[in-house]
């Protein structure tokens, strides 16, 4: 059923889960996954770029990276194909996007991120991804 499985993932414990439901899923469907880390370029659009915006971008874009190769050994460590992705940009919208590049079956996402104030409703990027998606989503609660 599900061929190409793209996975939102940002070091948080709802994004781990979404993932461990990924590479489940892609074991049954025998599926390829895809992950993507987003930085999200619009936390500090308002302010006017300069050194210290650009060593957060740079802090960001490392763990982004880190936070991808765990994947990866976890994933080699299960035998499922995985692909990295790393973007920039709001990350709701960069999900969506990259589901539709790759023709992806199915987008998994835990129910929030990182941040504390999204851990009181839906997450802010889930709820993008759920209502601007026109592909199955599957939401991963924690």
Known sequence: MFRKILVA??????ANRAFEEAIGEAGVWD??????YVV?????????????????????QK???????????????A?????????QGHAGSQIVSLAEEL????????????????RLLLGSVTDYVVQNSPITTMVVRS
């Open 9 to 14: 993932i940002d070091g948080s414990e709802p």
């Open 31 to 36: 599926a390829e996954v895809h992950v993507v």
């Open 40 to 60: 999200e370029s619009g936390l500090f659009s308002s302010l006017p770029m300069d050194n210290t915006l650009e060593i957060i971008y740079s802090v960001l």
């Open 63 to 77: 763990e982004g990276e880190e936070i991808l190769e765990a994947a990866r050994k976890k994933a080699d460590a």
């Open 79 to 87: 035998g499922i194909s995985l692909t990295t992705h790393l973007r």
């Open 103 to 118: 023709g992806a079956d199915l987008t998994i996402l835990g129910s929030y991120g990182k941040s504390g104030v999204d």
